[in-house]
């Protein structure tokens, strides 16, 4: 029965009205005052299942609205409805096939046309939005949204000169063109422009410029654009005029003195000693024209070469310094990267402070008194130069200067505490955060660092009770409600703790914290389909679309994933549970020793952490709050696949950053422990024409051959053949030798003076010949080459930490050989110490 009685024909409208303003309780009524008379009405059934939804039945919800099927399946609103369920669960495949059906019923339906569009660029299917923004476009042609949507969905297709069509037709039919700027239709006229700019007919674009230019409100997009193409087109005078005009505009922006230098035929890179000397000057006029520009004073260090440089670089450092700016080694590190301007830039440091030591000037003339701050400034620039450097000590030196000069300092006390870090003091680095937070109760920002050190220093109850001090006071679970702000540095850090801990699940939970965190981001964009179109923000809703479409490839996401598929690798490899680093290198009878006494402490360790759970919730309870049920992640740890766990972490890296060698070298790592031994070699093959050399990869070369030798005949011909085909690319030439293919790759690392290379190497060498003391002897050899000084610029504390896990791997004998040797090296390094 599809037809109602008059008088429920009109409640049943109203019913409609409800949902639309999201009256659901009123809406609700209504429904089950139809369905008392009418209790097989099918489309009344849909929507009394849609407002359960909205009052969160979902169980209820998704059987009512089924109910309504069955008893009308030929209604497009039940159709409709089922779809809006759908959607509301976030599942759109199976909402796209229920406005598939609600459409073959009711093909001219606007609203189920619209809802379809929407879910159809949500799943980037751009081909079927411009279909159905077509449909639209035919049924409502003086609609402006269904034009600007066909022109999107031609430009998103990479099809822009079609969308350059719909939008010229559009604007062919208005009458009523605004003689003043109006915003709508200005941004409308911009994106225009911006896909005549992607259609590569810059000329095109720029005459297009001058014509719209009058209705244009973003004066500053239009001055961006006409430089840019000035640019483009080599108009070189006209772009210099251009981009000085914009810098008159905003003196600060360095895109504008990139296009400047570009303008007058110094964009490259290699300048000779005449083009070097014509851009520093013409720097010196900007810096008249605009004295207050600190773009002005900064560039000329990235282009100017020795004594230019030094000359520059004294006048910007000294006036920094001067007027004590915290950020000044920050701005200047960038330079570090030339060995020879990291080199003046610590000579001039050092001889501020020497002088400040003497006359209190910069220079030993004792001409000019600098201010008291003057030292303290140039303390923490070079405490913090040494910190870059790795050279603790000196910087440890410096900073405890400025300390003494200035107690009450904040940024002095969160240098020193970097520094510590860097030097391997996890602890003491959180004690000197500590009292830089107590410093400033009210500074949120040192409050979030502290308890960062502590969660890097595992001490998780100190970091919790401090990250929370700054949560609402009526929030019943602080710690949950930092989730629900997306505070994701906490997240990760915290993670990242109990994976050091060997706290897999609780890891585990926080990784997955993250993941849903990015997917909550991608459902975010939903409601900008219908909202960027209706405010006509359009470039902006392009630059969305864009950003959502690479969102995964954040290094948030990447850090997540990494931790989350190493998570998994080791529940893979080891079900019973992780080895601690006190195991590595302990015989199998010992581990079966060390196991219990570790049962036993976790056992009673288990039992007062219950006692806490109990008291927790009993507060979370009363504050109304939502208890967690599995704190522990067991859920996670208790998969039965870890492995295909792992690969949803790694598909949208795969798809979003397969720029990054880590993306590759993870897939190896699932799929040669899944012996899917193709998709291993893809992954290789991938990892090679990004960084052939790298040192991870080498190792995982070896595996790979090792895996394929033991695979011998088992393999299937096919798979064979296509191994075959790709053997040399992999092993450079040097066929099934892996003795000599891993000897040229430890000469090459000797050269490059890289010690995870020599890691890499001496991994490899205790895999081709297993178990034997040769091996053995010849992998602690390659280790101990790290001593040599060569290796000093990449003998990181995370590096040298990675080279003792290894030893310990192979049961060295010399781990506390090498165990000393690191404590030389790192002298405040914790783990390097008894």
Known sequence: MRELPQKEANLFKQILKCYENKQYKKGFKGAEQILKKFPEHGETLALKGLFLNHLDKKEEAYEFVKKGLRHDLRSHVCWHVFGLLYRSDKNYEEALKCYSQALKIDKENLQILRDYSLLQVQTRNYEGFAETRHILLELRPQNRQFWIGLAIAYHMMGKPDLGIKVLTTYEETLKDIPTKPDYEHSEMLLYHNSMLEETGDIQAALEHLDTIEKHVCDRNALREKRAKYFLTLGRQDDAEKAYRGLIAHNPDNFAYFDGLRKSIGLGHDNLSAEEEARLLDLFKELQKEYPRSNAAKRLPL????????????????????????????????TLYTIKEKAQAVEKLALGYLTALDKTKGFDNSGSTVEPPTALLWTLYFVAQHYDFKRQSNEALTHINRAIEHTPTLVELHMTKGRILKHAGDYVEAMNVLNEARELDLQDRFINSKCSKYMLRADKMAEAEKTVVMFARAD???PLNDLVDMQAMWFILEAGES??????????????????????DFTEDQFDFHMYCLRKMTLRAYIS????????????????????????????FDKPEGADSEEME???????KKFRNKQRKAELKAQKEAEEKKAQAVQEIAKKGGKVDEDPEGLKYTKTEDPLGEALKFLKPLQE????????????FELYIRKNKLLLALKSLLKAIKID????????????????????????????????????????????????????????????????????????????????????????EAIIFLITNEKYSDTRSLENVLVAQKTLKSLRSSRVQEFRTKAATWFPKATVFQS
């Not at 490839?553 to 080791?570: D, L």
């Not at 290198?585 to 581990?591: D, N, P, S, V």
């Not at 979003?656 to 897939?667: K, N, P, Q």
């Not at 296509?722 to 000469?747: M, N, P, S, Y």
């Open 656 to 667: 979003l950053a397969a720029d990054r060698i880590e993306t590759h070298l993870m897939g």
């Open 544 to 571: 969305l679309l864009k950003l959502e479409d690479q969102l995964r490839s954040h290094q948030y996401f990447v850090r997540a994933a990494q931790n989350a598929v190493q998570c998994y690798i080791t529940l």
């Open 692 to 779: 052939a050399n790298n040192a991870t990869l080498h190792e995982q070369l070896v595996r790979f051959a090792l895996a394929v030798h033991k695979a011998g005949a088992s393999l299937k011909p096919t798979v064979k053949s296509v191994i075959d085909k790709h053997w040399d690319t992999l092993f450079q030439g040097k066929g099934k030798d892996l003795k000599a293919f891993t000897a040229g790759f430890l000469e090459n690392s000797k050269t490059l003076g890289s010690v995870p290379h020599l890691i890499s190497a001496a991994i490899a060498v205790s895999l081709i010949e297993p178990g034997t003391e040769k091996s053995k002897a010849e992998a």
């Open 302 to 333: 990235r282009y100017a070469t020795g004594d230019a440089f030094v000359k520059v670089a004294d006048e910007y450092m000294r006036n920094n310094l001067r007027k004590g700016v915290p950020s000044l080694f920050v701005n200047m590190k």
């Open 475 to 477: 929030i019943a679970d």
């Open 585 to 591: 290198g302990m015989t199998e009878a010992e581990k």
């Open 498 to 519: 109990h994976l050091r801990q060997n706290q897999l699940g609780r890891a585990l939970k926080r990784f997955h914290q993250v993941e849903k965190l990015f997917a």
